[in-house]
């Protein structure tokens, strides 16, 4: 085992100090050292800090998992398909979940080619990936919806008019006659809608969407794009061959249905729900006046007014009012209430917004959930230290936090192996590499075409860096 995946616990440690120090969470240490009481830790004992991978599995530069969907986003199951990547082809039928064997590719130039079976006969190409270094998930979503439909009986008469179709919800099916007798099978899909808005196998939260868009002056799309990027997503089990010292094996991995967890819990800290708040943070929420988390909570009886007019969590009840971040519906809107709530303190603090496309003005409201207004404003005055900043400690006071730095920041989010490596990767610069590695996530993340019927009805939104210097703020040069 490597040295720098060892620790020896000193005198005075915790598991939390460990695993913050070291870029790991206490659940991890929990269960790769197999403790029984997290709080029972003695000096000199041996702990692991991370799942070694196994040794002699196959190398390639990347892998890609493909899921087939159809127009509504429900999986399509026993589809032929062939995949062909660089000189090697392989046919392969979706499982339940639309899912082919992974694909590898063995260097970065190589594109993966998809060719499904026409209803007709034959292969159609669907899509050329040229998927990046890492293991990644592509979705594949068909136009169509394939059913599987009895011929009804005829029992006289239209049952409508063809030019007008009765409306269904997404993924229901109706069958009909037309003024001729003949049998039709009306489907609900959910595009082209009136809101150009498509959401797949999130469609449950439509409502929510758009409510959450109404309230924020934001479209749709872009609270979609933030949500999306925020939620963590339902997975589904399932095989894959490796090979392990020369013989291959079966592993079971987790791939992603993309469908919000309502439900989600993040194992190092207090974040919960579909957009993940911190218990701090949703509580603060609770008792900001005219929020929807406050109104929900004050009718309830979670909070209380004082007589100066301030809300306070009731104790009895903030067990109860932490839990409601479990709820789908209040868990959006507060996001939108909280990103509008930072970005109008970024306003405040002289940047204008004006000029920004809806697709545009969702980067930086999805900069500010994940930063926090404070770290928010420094990222775009371009001031965010490598190092934590402290104020001066004097007799009596010690030193205390002032601000984050870069440093702290991207191994708080990728840990301190991946945070060290991106380092070196820029010159041993932490601001460059946490400036560059947010970016990316945002630009790659917030993207509200992504959730559109007819995407190019949308403007077109530029990267982050460039919305920086567009608003008035500071890209540091590296």
């Known amino acids: 085992m490597a040295e720098d995946n060892q620790y020896t616990v000193q005198p005075g440690d915790s598991l939390s100090s460990i695993a913050q120090r070291n870029g790991v969470t206490v659940s991890d240490l929990v269960k790769l050292n197999k403790i029984d009481n997290p709080r029972l830790i003695y000096p000199g004992q041996k702990l692991v800090l991370r799942e070694q991978p196994e040794q002699d599995a196959e190398s390639y530069f990347s892998e890609l998992w493909i899921r087939i969907t159809d127009a509504n986003g429900a999986p399509i199951p026993d589809l032929k398909t062939k995949v062909v ?35 007709d006969g034959g292969t159609k190409k669907v899509a050329e990936i040229a998927p990046p270094a890492g293991v990644h998930q592509a979705t594949l979503r068909s136009p169509k919806v ?21 409306p269904l919800p997404p993924g229901e099916t109706q069958q009909n006659r037309d003024t001729a007798g003949n049998p039709v099978v009306n489907v609900g899909v959910e595009c082209p809608n009136n809101d150009n808005l498509r959401l797949g196998p999130n469609a449950k939260f439509r409502d929510y969407i758009i409510s959450a868009g109404t309230r924020s002056g934001f479209k ?37 249905t993309g469908e919000w967890n309502p439900a989600s819990a993040a194992s190092g800290s207090s974040a919960r729900g ?90 930086i409201l999805y900069l500010s959930h994940h930063l926090g ?93 460039d919305l920086v210097t567009a608003v008035g703020g500071t890209n540091p040069t590296f």
């Open 85 to 119: 990547a660089g000189a090697d082809s392989q046919e392969h039928v979706t499982d339940k979940q639309g899912l082919i064997p992974p694909i590898q590719t063995q260097k970065a130039s190589e594109k993966v080619q998809v060719f499904v079976a026409k209803i």
């Open 373 to 465: 207004s404070g770290d928010a404003n420094r990222y775009l005055a371009g001031t965010i230290a490598a190092d934590d900043t402290y104020s001066q400690a004097t007799p009596g006071h010690p030193a205390r936090l002032i601000a984050r730095g870069a440093k702290t920041l991207l191994i708080a989010q990728i840990g301190a192996s991946a945070a060290a490596k991106r380092a070196e990767d820029n010159g041993g610069n932490y601001v460059k590499a946490h400036r560059l590695w947010l970016s990316q996530l945002i630009d790659n993340g917030v993207n509200f075409k992504n959730f559109a019927c007819d995407p190019t009805k949308l403007a077109d939104v530029r990267p982050l860096l």
């Open 146 to 166: 394939k059913l599987d439909t009895a011929l009804r009986v005829h029992q006289g008469g239209a049952d409508h008019h063809e030019a007008a179709p009765l």
């Open 220 to 256: 749709p799309q872009a609270v979609a794009s933030v949500i999306n990027i925020e939620a963590a997503k339902l997975v589904v089990s399932v095989e894959k061959k490796v090979k392990i010292h020369g013989k291959i094996k079966t592993k079971i991995v987790k791939v992603s």
């Open 274 to 363: 579909l957009t993940q708040f911190l218990a701090g943070t949703w509580l603060g929420e609770a008792v900001r006046s005219g929020t929807f988390v406050n109104e929900k909570a004050e009718a309830n009886g979670w909070v209380t007014k004082d007589a100066h007019g301030k809300y306070h969590v009731v104790p009895a009840h903030k067990a109860e009012l932490l839990d409601f971040r479990s709820n789908a519906e209040a868990a959006i809107m507060a996001a939108v209430d909280y990103g509008m709530s930072n970005f109008r303190a970024l306003q405040s603090n002289g940047y204008n917004f004006s000029g920004l496309n809806d697709g545009e003005r969702a980067k």
